[in-house]
Structures are given as structure tokens and as C-alpha cells.
């Protein structure tokens, strides 16, 4: 099965930028979507970003336009997020997801186990 494993989270000041990085490994016949979320506590989990494999479309949360950017790498199976004049509201554990196909042509969602990205003073 799938696994997603994720780094890049931490401590920064209002401004900064960090890079998340997910690498997925394990057994999927194809990829749909691959993605980001967020959950901030006492906050349900929103969608961050997400790029859609079989036609290259990104959709982007309103909230992080124009300061974070999601890439992924199609040979390695890796999805990453630039995150660029962080605020303090950006403040969230951050989840990578992949959506596709399993083994039996069965759809199938992973997630990664989370990374917390805080953004203070």
C-alpha cells in the first residue's frame, strides 16, 4: 500500500518561508490528484493546494494565492509546497494526500501523518 512521508515543517517568523516536501511509496496503479492540507486546532481540515495528475491543473485555497506554490515531481512521486510571507494565520498541522487508483483499479486516498508549521514571533 501507499505510504506518504513529509518534512519540511517548523518554527519561522511572519515573512519567512518554508518548503514542505511529501514522498509517496508503495504499491498504486495511478495517480489522480495529489495535495495539501491543513487543520488548525478547533478548525476543520481545509484544502491548501492540489494539483490534478491527468491534466496538470492546480487549485490554490483563496487564503494562500500568490504566496505558496505546490509542485510535484511525476518520476519520484513527490509533491511539495513553497510557502512564501508566511502569517501567523497560516499556522496549522499540514497534511499531504494522494488520490488514485490501488492495485484492483479501486479508488483509493492516503494520507501523510502530518507536519506542524507554526508562524510566530
Known amino acids: 500500500q501507499v505510504q506518504l512521508v513529509e518534512s519540511g515543517g517548523g518554527l519561522v517568523q511572519p515573512g519567512g518561508s518554508l518548503r514542505l516536501s511529501c514522498a509517496a511509496s508503495?504499491?498504486?496503479?495511478?495517480?489522480?490528484?495529489m495535495g495539501w492540507y491543513r487543520q488548525a486546532p478547533g478548525k476543520q481540515r481545509e484544502l491548501v493546494a492540489v494539483?490534478?495528475?491527468?491534466?496538470?491543473?492546480?487549485n490554490y485555497a483563496d487564503s494562500v494565492k500568490g504566496r505558496f506554490t505546490i509542485s510535484r515531481e511525476s518520476a519520484n512521486y513527490t509533491v511539495y509546497l513553497q510557502m512564501n510571507s508566511l502569517k501567523p494565520e497560516d499556522t496549522a498541522v499540514y497534511y499531504c494526500?494522494?488520490?488514485?487508483?490501488?492495485?484492483?483499479?479501486?479508488?483509493?486516498?492516503?494520507w501523510g501523518q502530518g507536519t506542524q508549521v507554526t508562524v510566530s514571533q
Open positions: 494539483i490534478i495528475v491527468r491534466d496538470g491543473s492546480i
Open positions: 494526500n494522494l488520490d488514485g487508483l490501488d492495485s484492483d483499479l479501486e479508488y483509493a486516498n492516503y
Open positions: 508503495g504499491i498504486i496503479f495511478s495517480v489522480n490528484a
